[in-house]
Nanobody
């Protein structure tokens, strides 16, 4: 069974930085897509950034130039460095692993950006 555990959320002032980390455990194909999604109150969950096992990355337009996703295949971890945070970045951030047609999700970590 695959488990994803996030860490690193918290409260930060606008303009500040946070780093989220996610560790995957269990059995899964090494060819996969890992990423971060977020869900703000009253809104649908949306993609933030993804990275493939080949290190190809993709970002939502709203975070390009501010967020950086990275992964360590040997450790099965994926991090999200978030800089220049804005109040609209406030959300629960979820780690995601897509492999062999299956989606796995972490429980989420709350990021709150104060103005």
């Amino acid at each position: 069974q695959v488990q994803l555990v996030e860490s690193g959320g918290g409260l930060v002032e606008a303009g500040g930085s946070l780093r989220l980390s996610c560790a995957a455990s269990g059995s899964f194909f090494r060819i996969n897509l890992m990423g971060w999604y977020r869900q703000a109150p009253g809104k649908q969950r949306e993609l933030v950034a993804t990275t493939s096992s080949g290190a190809t990355t993709d970002y939502a337009d709203s975070v390009k130039g501010r967020f950086t996703i990275s992964r360590d295949n040997a450790k099965s971890t994926v991090d999200l460095q978030m800089n220049s945070l804005k109040p609209e970045d406030t959300a629960v951030y979820y780690c995601n692993l897509k492999t062999n047609g299956v989606d796995y999700w972490g429980k989420g970590t709350l990021v709150t950006v104060s103005s």
